[in-house]
DNA sequence: CGGAAATTTGAGACGAATCAATAGCTGTGG
DNA sequence: CCACAGCTATTGATTCGTCTCAAATTTCCG
């Protein structure tokens, strides 16, 4: 028998996220799926919105990793996000937006149109929540920045990146894919690469976690949570 | 002759701030006159949302400055950013929201309640620009604490300050009330107060800036900002 | 006027950046 | 199948920016 939807492996991930988020009714999950198979390629490190200039209509990232950034006049990037599957990209409610930050694919990515909110209430809310938390993670990023040292920010960026890739079921147990190097790492949490090599390994000897070929293991989540000093995320009621 | 309206010159800053933001028709102009006739004190130092709890319905700061803050376990406190007059404070869309930050008041403070989005499109647009600033604000802060220096974070936040303020009128010239002590200066921008006390000075020997009884004067903001290597905020595009 | 808060100053320590070089890995073409 | 190019990761030596601790001074406010 031919399977009608090739993608629906990769395709979970991104609706298994939105699930997470909220209870979906019948017609926001038809509707869903169906964008999610008309979901279109973009290779690795190309410009999905480009700062400053308009946005288009709303996506979803439905598989791979994007980063939302920018770029400072001195060429280096200072990286603000990052945006896994099932999350929105551009979504927002003002007319003729402009994209306040570049987004760029990381790996290999594929994004579909976003079904309109309008088409039900819980979808409505879903949107709400995603964009809520993405504004939650901009906080955690700022308290990162700002108060934590070089090897807190890593655990704690690791953690959180643990959790949203949890909700999707593409981290379990505290390993998952990371495909980032470096160097990506540092631009984000605002250190070098050298330093952030050098952590890295002050992490492997006290065996908070194993980094090989792209797969991250962190062996006692719990535990690196209580080092860092970190904080769960939540941004609405569940009754 | 009687003054209706005893604050109508305090309010002014507020409403221009949202008037600056776009085009707001007669009924929403009515309403948020209105309810800022209704507005309630609350004096300094008080919280107005708290993290995790449940937010109840939006308000607008009217006069007055806060902050939304995270206080981490080691009791130091990260501020997220700063809260003027005419920002919209708990305004979200999902059902039941939490708090993702704490809300306090820097000085005393007056607010409001906010007019409902759906009492006409033009206010709606307009909450929709205040939020997208709001991030936006977010992703800047996140930049200064990320890839800046000492000297540059201070310089970046007052000039963001300046042009926020001057949206309401209450900047001119590089000229504003900066009710802030250095301390709350270093919690905002991961620095120490010492640091900032020192870095100030030196703004001061090079002439960037003066600060004296809570008045900031920065000599030349286009200056600065060039130096500081500042970037722009826009959130839509303007017809 | 008195006490608390905020600012200022100094000395020394430490975390992270910088510069520079080496080693490992990946893919590509001959 | 190997050689080479170009990233990515690793290591070392040194410098620099910011923190820490401590104390003095000024400003604010009741």
């Known amino acids: 028998m031919i399977q009608p939807r090739p993608f629906r492996s990769v395709v979970r991930p991104a609706l298994a996220r939105l699930l997470a988020l909220g209870q979906l009714d019948a017609p ?17 490190r190309r410009e999905l919105l480009v700062e400053g200039q308009e946005i288009g209509d709303a996506r979803l990232l439905v598989s791979g990793w994007a980063v939302r950034a920018r770029l400072l ?62 504004e939650a993670y901009l906080l955690a990023h700022i308290t990162r920045l700002g108060r934590l ?23 379990e147990g505290g390993r998952f894919e990371l495909p980032l190097t470096q160097e990506a790492l540092a631009d984000a949490l605002g250190l070098t690469s050298v330093h952030v090599n050098r952590m890295i390994q002050q992490a492997r000897r006290e065996g908070d976690l194993q980094w090989r070929a792209g797969q991250i293991v962190l062996n006692d989540p719990a535990m690196l949570a209580v080092k860092v000093g970190r904080m769960p995320v939540q941004v609405c009621a569940t009754t």
Chains 1, 2 share one sequence.
């Open 73 to 134: 006049p001195d060429g280096r990037p200072q990286l603000l996000g990052f945006i896994l599957p099932g999350d929105l990209i551009g979504f927002c409610r003002q007319a003729r937006p402009l994209a306040t930050s570049t987004v760029l694919t990381v790996t290999d990515v594929t994004t579909c149109a976003l079904p309109p909110a309008a088409l039900s209430p819980s979808l409505a809310q879903v949107y709400a929540i995603s964009h809520a938390l993405e």
């Open 149 to 171: 040292n070089a090897q807190e920010r890593i655990g704690d960026l690791l953690l959180e990146l643990n959790d949203r890739l949890g909700a999707s079921g593409l981290a």
């Open 28 to 44: 926001a999950i038809t509707a869903l799926e169906g964008a999610i198979d008309f979901a279109k390629r973009v290779p690795a």
